[in-house]
């Protein structure tokens, strides 16, 4: 994704050639910046030889998932949805794991007929319903068992998960009892310890802290595992002042880290995977300009992208045709959804706009159209993937129709 000469292209299609064929607003993911993550990843953690389970959460399209599958990625999936997605897919289920506080019965039931490779509890509850479910079916059920280790990820609060305050995970005195417990059920199996501390994590140190915390643990409990997921969380560079996690400092400890434990390492990552691999291609519908701001309205909204609007997130919008010509004015990029909050980002450095002219959102590939709806009764975006520089339709837009 780059600028040829004035034109913003994705892979070698232009922004304005999409428009043209398709309208706006548009989804559109490149494979090639897919695949090279992915094998950047793979590269970086090469010596751990990890099981790599995309977090389904992070893009739900089904194309997408094939893709990634077919990089060798297994699947993190939270919900009966993303599982028969992740299955359907073609994910082999003994590279699926499956996490998330509140798994109903259904889904329990599901998971075990599906023989995916771990079920990762999060409860005392929750460890009693599945070994419940394993004894009506006389099955013997592989678990893991998260962990809260109370450690500030240094993250927005909203996407902070491993925080003694936030619902996700056992604590430590609970984790103990949990061991104990499974060591005497004929019908579940502990095989992972869990733990993931939160999402766009940019610094390691957090993950440092919580190697020391999990090794502590694992020692005192004195179990051997066979797996640590290590969750996933790694950030990437929103905007250009802000570097990513450094993978080979997160790869230097988790070394350290197996010298003690021997098992084999699992990550879930999603937004490492495809977070810059989209765009958002919106058009200008009308600027306005009132006596306190200047407002850049797009036809894409908050419905469509919804990460700036929950936690204030900040994405970087460019022209999607380079202009000679620098506007002096502050315009507040925002969407025609009737909320406040429906607004993208501030730039007081942005070339001289007109109505109609094309927009790109930048890195929306993670959370973006995972996270949209249909508030206000507007349909969702049409999905592309450009793949060895064809265009490939991968989700329709929604039609008005079958919305009412």
Request: hydrophobic letters at 35%.
């Amino acid at each position: 994704m780059k600028y040829i000469g004035k034109s913003f292209l994705i892979e070698k299609v232009s922004a304005i050639k999409l428009s043209k064929k398709f309208g706006t607003p548009i989804y559109c993911y490149s494979y090639n910046k897919i695949k090279k993550n992915i094998l950047t990843f793979k590269k970086n953690f090469k010596s751990l030889k990890p099981l790599i389970c995309f977090a389904i959460k992070s893009n739900t399209n089904l194309q997408l998932i094939k893709e990634i599958k077919k990089l060798g990625c297994g699947a993190d999936v939270v919900s009966m949805g993303e599982l028969m997605k992740a299955i359907k897919a073609g994910i082999n289920p003994k590279k699926i794991v499956f996490s998330g506080v509140g798994k109903t019965t259904n889904e329990i039931i599901y998971a075990i007929n599906k023989k995916i490779l771990l079920i990762n509890a999060e409860s005392k509850s929750e460890i009693i319903e599945i070994e419940r479910i394993a004894k009506s079916k006389k099955k013997i059920v592989d678990i893991g068992i998260r962990l809260n280790p109370n450690i500030d990820p240094k993250t927005l609060s909203q996407i902070s998960t491993g925080k003694k305050t936030n619902k996700f995970g056992v604590e430590e005195k609970i984790f103990y009892e949990l061991v104990k417990y499974l060591k005497k059920s004929r019908y579940l199996k502990l095989k992972c310890m869990s733990v993931h501390i939160g999402s766009q994590i940019l610094n390691h140190q957090p993950y440092v802290k919580m190697l020391k915390i999990i090794n502590k643990i694992i020692k005192k409990s004195g179990h051997k595992f066979e797996f640590i997921d290590l969750g996933g969380g790694m950030g990437i560079s929103y905007e250009n002042k802000i570097k990513k996690l450094n993978y080979e400092k997160y790869n230097r400890e988790i070394s350290k880290f197996l010298k003690n434990n021997k098992s084999k390492i699992i990550f879930e990552p999603g937004r490492s995977i495809i977070g810059n691999a989209g765009v958002l291609i919106s058009k200008v519908t009308y600027i306005k300009q009132t006596k306190n701001k200047n407002f850049i309205i797009l036809d894409a909204g908050m419905n469509d992208l919804m990460r700036p609007a929950l936690y204030g997130a900040k994405h970087r919008i460019i022209p999607a045709i380079k202009k000679s010509g620098t506007s002096k004015k502050t315009y507040e990029f925002v969407g025609p959804i009737c909320e406040t909050t429906d607004s993208f980002l501030f730039l007081n450095k942005f070339q001289k706009i007109n109505e109609n002219d094309l927009i790109i959102i930048c890195d929306v590939g993670a959370y973006g159209m995972s996270l949209s709806s249909n508030y206000n009764v507007r349909p969702k975006p049409i999905e592309i993937l450009i793949k060895k520089s064809k265009i490939n339709i991968i989700k329709k837009r929604q039609k008005l129709i079958d919305l009412i």
